[in-house]
């Protein structure tokens, strides 16, 4: 049985163990019978939609890391993600036109890891594919290939620019992620994205639906932290100045 309806059964025995000692002494005991859905929750489905959209946000932003993975459609492309991020970095995989590469940042110093076909794509030189696969590829600051992806590793921009819906913003009931009971809030009723909250302990965003099929991304692991720290010198090749084009 998996982890998510065992959960499920918990609870369901929880609240009928205590219905039917409602039943034997008398006691009147919310939600036996006319159940309410804010019971034992964070109680942020009470509030309005845009405060649900506000407060989550900042819970968000405050925490120490986070986990998310799925899709995002941007500039003619779409990512597929699975990245962990802290406040001064971020690690993880990038996949994009048929092919992944690892993406490191730890301060302000970026490392590029693919093989020697992400490398030599679109006619790059074979050679200098073949010295840069495998290994941690230091990325210039300088070089268009550190602005294109260093945001991809910045917890504060892709935060700051995902959880946002767009249009009048309101709810869309009581569902479920991963075992963990959410309230939806919508923007123009879907049109403008869907985002669940967390209806447990802090309510943190826990998935996305981005306006215009832009992509779906879900969040985890928030505030469980993880190593992050630069590559052996050993797995590590400063290229220069610039890249070679790909």
Not at 113 to 130: I, L, Q
Not at 144 to 161: A, I, R
Not at 176 to 202: K, N, W
């Amino acid at each position: 049985m998996s982890v998510t309806p065992r959960r499920r059964v918990r609870r369901a025995a929880l609240k009928g163990a205590a219905c039917v000692l409602a039943a034997v002494t008398g006691a009147g005991l919310t939600g036996c019978g006319g159940e309410d859905p804010d019971a034992g929750t964070n109680g942020v489905g009470k509030l309005p939609a845009d405060k649900i959209q506000t407060k989550s946000r900042s819970v968000a932003q405050s925490a120490e890391t986070v986990r998310l993975h799925g899709t995002v459609a941007a500039g003619g492309s779409t990512y597929r993600l699975d990245m962990r991020l802290k406040g001064d970095g971020g690690t993880g995989s990038v996949a994009a036109e048929g092919t992944t590469f690892g993406l490191l940042r730890v301060g302000e110093q970026l490392f590029l890891k693919a093989d020697a076909g992400f490398w030599s794509h679109d006619g790059g030189d074979a050679k200098a594919a073949e010295k840069l696969a495998g290994k941690y590829v230091k990325v210039p600051q300088g070089d268009p290939v550190y602005k294109k992806f260093s945001g991809f590793t910045d917890k504060d921009v892709l935060l700051g620019g995902l959880l946002t819906l767009h249009g009048e913003v309101k709810t869309d009931g009581r569902h479920e992620q991963a075992g963990v009971r959410t309230i939806r809030i919508t923007g123009d009723d879907g049109a403008g994205g869907s985002l669940d909250v967390s209806l447990e302990g802090a309510p943190y965003p826990l998935r996305l639906v981005r306006a215009g099929s832009a992509g779906t991304l879900s969040f985890s692991d928030w505030n469980k932290d993880f190593a992050l720290k630069e590559p052996p010198k050993g797995d590590t090749l400063d290229y220069g100045k610039q890249l070679p084009s790909s």
